[in-house]
């Protein structure tokens, strides 16, 4: 049975510090692995795809990485800003399915 | 390209009654997919619809269904309320759904249950 865990569950640093969110699960037979956003009471917004075959996929100031032999992904955050303080949540593909499963996901307050 | 959107955003219920969520994916995909978002449980999938058909299901009680249209347009209906159903409802719509595809989710639409 997948399992995705995420630690911590909450995060506070100063502003521009560079940081890193952490995402593992159980069955390494992945076909893809996703990061969403979440800002409170709100959907949540796709930040990066990363595919089995990928070892990292950036956008901007993120960074996402994939070890699928050890069930981990980071997602790296550069020279954060107050603006990405939110829940940020990992989610894997159950089998070939649509079904995601989603980690509980770790809550970010970045500091003026 | 406008983005997935729900109605209504906000519902509040009382025990007993039924409610319908209405969901309108990015246009172009084919694939919606529920889901049940509580502080407790977290994310949980409740089913994925393509094609007007539901591919997909959850481990949620029958008085969770849902159906889509040929447009697309997907809604979920929760009858027999219960106070435990409170939570925040989201759907995201894909172009092709199944494991590949980038799922974009909607706002969501925030049900009390009084």
């Known amino acids: 049975k997948q399992e995705v865990t995420q630690i911590p569950a909450a995060l506070s640093v100063p502003e521009g510090e560079n940081l890193v969110l952490n995402c593992s699960f159980t069955?390494?037979?992945?076909?893809?692995l996703q990061w969403f956003r979440q800002d409170p009471g709100k959907g949540l917004t796709s930040l990066l795809l990363?595919?089995?075959?990928?070892r990292e996929q950036t956008s901007g100031r993120l960074n996402a990485s994939l070890d699928k032999s050890s069930g981990r992904s980071t997602l790296y955050i550069a020279a954060s800003q107050p603006g990405d303080s939110a829940t940020y949540l990992c989610?894997?593909?159950?089998?070939?399915?649509?079904?995601?499963?989603f980690g509980q996901g770790t809550t970010l307050q970045v500091k003026p | 390209k406008a983005g997935v959107t729900q109605t209504p955003r906000y519902l509040i219920k009382t025990r007993g009654q039924q409610v319908t969520l209405s969901c309108s994916p990015i246009?172009?995909?084919?694939?919606v997919s529920w889901y049940q978002q509580t502080p407790g449980q977290g994310l949980q999938f409740l089913f994925e619809?393509?094609?007007?058909?539901?591919?997909n299901k959850g481990n949620f009680p029958g008085r969770f269904s849902g159906r889509q249209f040929s447009n697309s347009r997907s809604e979920m209906n929760v009858s027999t309320l219960e106070l435990g159903d409170s939570a925040l409802y989201l759907c995201?719509?894909?172009?092709?759904?199944?494991?590949?595809?980038?799922?974009?989710f909607g706002p969501g639409t925030r049900l009390t249950v009084l």
């Open positions: 995201a719509s894909s172009i092709l759904g199944g494991h590949t595809d980038t799922q974009y």
């Open positions: 069955d390494s037979a992945i076909y893809n």
């Open positions: 990363i595919q089995s075959s990928q």
């Open positions: 989610a894997v593909p159950f089998s070939n399915t649509g079904k995601l499963i």
């Open positions: 246009s172009g995909h084919r694939s």
């Open positions: 619809y393509f094609s007007e058909t539901q591919r």
